[in-house]
């Protein structure tokens, strides 16, 4: 497995990373045991970094892995284990609350206390915002993050789906680097190589994270947009790539994003053991400059200009 070292910290990461979102399943012990397995085939695999946030499977999935962690402690210090948290659910402590987003300091310290208790561990190795909130104040959040890392709760941090000006402005207010940007990045959603993302994180030395990296390609996209001629002109490229490198379409995507200068770490979700696996082939491709404009050409259905 390939590692990286993330932005300036002593972290030293998976190329591929593997997301704890499903690992739970519908919580039947038949799926616990599943994602338990997946686990255990990804560590086999090479993998060593972990992604968690307290949304997924409302908290099972960290208390699964805190279980794997328990049946084998010696884990914990080979393992990079990041989680995120900001997003509070539809009525979450208050009545008739709506869904939203809070960085507000007694919620986060409050958050990353129940995702240590339901982990099963001491530290964080790094804490993520999951996602903007329109009314955070970024003087609050860095106080926060020198909090929680003053008591020993987290070693590094990051953020979540944050645009460049937002990253900027946490930036400004914070003593040390922020290490990721975790944003979707697939065949359906470039937004980051337009929008200014991937420039930061190659100007500012953070390491993007992709998530939903094969959306479009193994499974629907999110929000998709694609008309069926667009999907079965992406789907062509796709197989005429795979049939020459001697894979599958699905290998095709990680390759495409792992081809950029930016380091793109993406998260791979499977709780198929052999497809946890199966994903390191996408790092042994030697992927063209020439084959990615292609894919790009073929998504946009035109050259570029």
């Not at 012990?29 to 397995?37: A, P």
């Not at 065949?187 to 190659?202: A, M």
């Not at 953070?206 to 002109?233: H, I, K, M, Q």
């Not at 081809?259 to 030697?286: D, M, W």
Request: charged share 25%.
């Amino acid at each position: 497995m390939e590692k990286i070292t993330l932005a300036k910290s002593a972290l030293t990461s998976s190329r591929l990373i593997y997301g704890c979102m499903r690992i739970a399943g519908d919580n039947s012990c038949s799926d616990r045991d599943k994602g338990k397995q997946a686990i255990r085939a990804a560590i086999d695999a090479g993998y060593n970094h972990f992604d968690h946030a307290d949304i997924y499977a409302g908290g099972q999935s960290e208390l699964l892995f805190g279980e794997v962690l328990k049946e084998s402690p010696y884990l914990r210090d080979e393992l990079i284990i990041t989680s995120k948290a900001g997003i509070r659910p539809f009525s979450d402590a208050l009545p008739d609350a709506p869904t939203r987003y809070d960085f507000s300091r007694q919620y986060l310290l409050d958050s990353v206390d129940g995702i240590l208790q339901r982990l099963g561990i001491d530290c964080l190795d790094m804490f993520l915002l999951h996602r903007p909130d329109y009314l955070f104040d970024a003087q609050e959040v860095a106080d926060t993050f020198n909090e929680l890392k003053q008591k020993g709760k987290v070693k590094y941090f990051g953020v979540s789906n944050f645009k460049p000006s937002q990253v900027s402005l946490l930036q400004s207010a914070l003593p040390e680097p922020l290490l990721v940007n975790q944003v979707e990045i697939n065949i359906h959603n470039i937004d980051s190589l337009l929008d200014g993302s991937l420039d930061q994180c190659q100007q500012q030395g953070l390491t993007p994270v992709a998530w939903c990296p094969l959306g479009g390609v193994a499974y629907p996209a999110w929000g998709n947009t694609f008309s069926g001629e667009d999907e079965r002109r992406i789907s062509e490229e796709f197989a005429r790539q795979a049939k020459k490198y001697e894979c599958e379409p699905w290998h095709i995507m990680l390759a495409w994003l792992l081809k950029h200068p930016a380091n793109i770490c993406p998260i791979i979700g499977s709780t198929t053991p052999e497809r946890i696996v199966s994903a390191k082939k996408a790092l042994e491709l030697e992927y063209s400059r020439e084959d990615w404009y292609r894919l790009l050409e073929a998504r946009n259905g035109q050259a570029v200009p």
